[in-house]
């Protein structure tokens, strides 16, 4: 079992920057593929980037690309999501999920989900 608590949201402007955090419990963190996804208003949840166990693999959805950046501390079992150049059409509430072993961008794939955490981004 993993449990996820995400953090680091809130209210920004467009062009800011935020970081979130996803903690996780449980011994075995670094054998996770860690994702980040985003569900915003009357819309489907939707895959945002993913970092396999040993951040060997790190892929993006085409929308952040270039400006958002994934990247996670095994000793701190810790992934973030650190968020660049911030657009309005990033507004959703932001979550992060495990799979143990290699995963790939469908939510489907992911067993753990943390609770979610706001985005807003202000004009």
């Known amino acids: 079992q993993v449990q996820l608590v995400e953090s680091g949201g809130g209210l920004v402007q467009a062009r800011g920057s935020l970081r979130l955090s996803c903690a996780a419990s449980g011994r075995t963190f670094s054998s996770y593929t860690m994702g980040w996804f985003r569900r915003a208003p009357g819309k489907e949840r939707e895959f945002v980037g993913r970092?396999?166990?040993?951040?060997?693999?790190?892929d993006y959805a085409n929308s952040v690309k270039g400006r958002f950046t994934i990247s996670r501390d095994n000793a701190k079992n810790t992934v973030y999501l650190q968020m660049n150049s911030l657009k309005i059409e990033d507004t959703a509430v932001y979550y992060c999920a495990a799979g143990i072993g290699y995963r790939g961008s469908s939510g489907s794939m992911y067993p753990y989900w943390g609770q979610g955490t706001q985005v807003t981004v202000s004009s």
């Open positions: 970092i396999t166990w040993s951040g060997g693999i790190i």
